[in-house]
């Protein structure tokens, strides 16, 4: 509550109730200031305390729309629910947080490689809001992409660590991955963070 609330209501309540203290002995022109005076006073405590509510209702819209639109945004950059390749069916499901706070980081990932090994990871990046949804989605695209160019897990986490220096936000992401080779039924799996 503000000051100038406080201050108004205080005026508001005093006025109101000493309203016959202050108008005895008084003229009737100057009882009649003293009453259009507390009638002002009274309706600018009325009118302040509408405005004080519509702008928080305002800020809950804003924020409830900002969430939905950072999880719509952190769902599109996950992949399909159901993933499936030449040797594997991958299920995932991604549950935010209840609240605005919970959105942001979370990812994870299967996909097939060109030589067959299939990439498994699960991240998540410091923060919550667009920012971290953003991170995510560069640092997701980014392992996918450079999985291939690397044998094992050590290595491939060693090249993230380096491009993920020039991205705003990434430093302190979580990462567990693994490199999964179906034929030689073979899983390698690397974490940082």
Known sequence: VSVLFTLVTAIVIVLVTTGDLLTDGLSETTALVVFK????????????????????????????????????????????????????????????????????????????????RLLVCVGDVVGNGTTAVVVMGHLRFLTTGLASLYPTPGLLLDELDRQARHIDGAAGTTLWLALVDPERQELHYSSAG
């Open 37 to 116: 005076l507390q009638f002002i006073a009274f309706i600018s405590a009325g009118l302040y305390v509408a405005a004080e509510s519509s702008e928080r209702e305002q800020a809950q819209r804003t924020a409830a729309r900002e969430h939905q639109t950072v999880e719509e945004l952190q769902r599109a950059l996950l992949p399909a629910a159901t993933v499936t390749g030449r040797w594997f069916q991958a299920n995932g499901v991604y549950q935010a947080a209840s609240d605005h706070r919970g959105v942001g980081g979370d990812w994870y990932d299967v996909i097939q490689l060109p030589d067959g």
